[in-house]
């Protein structure tokens, strides 16, 4: 994995079962393939938790098959303990995390929302601005 440090990071927490969760895959696509046309360092993970099973290979497995069915591209990590998941206090499925360049927490977002990829290139967009104001000074 490469270095993340000056970059804004995206996780969108998700879980084959999560029906919301299918589409909000397809806005943080659509995200992550805006921020590499734009050469933006931006850098967007799919985060698998809560899924069902108890064995990691089923669960990886499962992932997988979802993956390729959608036609997703975008880096996906495996949360196979919901462990990252309990660090945001579990919150609902579909959840997505904008952590700023500073690596503080920028927005967190539970739940579908309206205008997702667009109010999320905003936010991507004011986070850069701030570590660029904070880099600055």
């Not at 990886?60 to 959608?70: P, T």
């Not at 959840?95 to 290139?121: A, C, D, Q, Y």
């Amino acid at each position: 994995m490469h270095d993340l440090r000056g970059s804004a990071v995206v996780l969108d927490f998700w879980a084959t079962w999560c029906v919301p969760c299918w589409t909000a895959l397809k806005e943080t696509q659509a995200l992550s393939e805006w921020a590499a046309t734009e050469r933006l360092p931006v850098a967007v993970f799919a985060v698998n938790t809560l899924e069902h099973g108890s064995e990691y290979n089923e669960k990886l497995e499962r992932v997988r098959r979802f993956w390729k069915s959608q036609h997703l591209t975008m880096p996906s990590l495996v949360d196979p303990e919901s462990k990252m998941f309990s660090a945001y206090q579990s919150p609902g499925l579909p959840s997505v995390v904008v952590i700023s360049p500073s690596g503080k927490i920028f927005r967190f977002h539970e739940g579908l929302f309206p205008e997702m990829s667009e109010t999320l290139k905003g936010e991507l967009r004011a986070s850069l601005q701030e570590a660029k104001s904070e880099g600055g000074k």
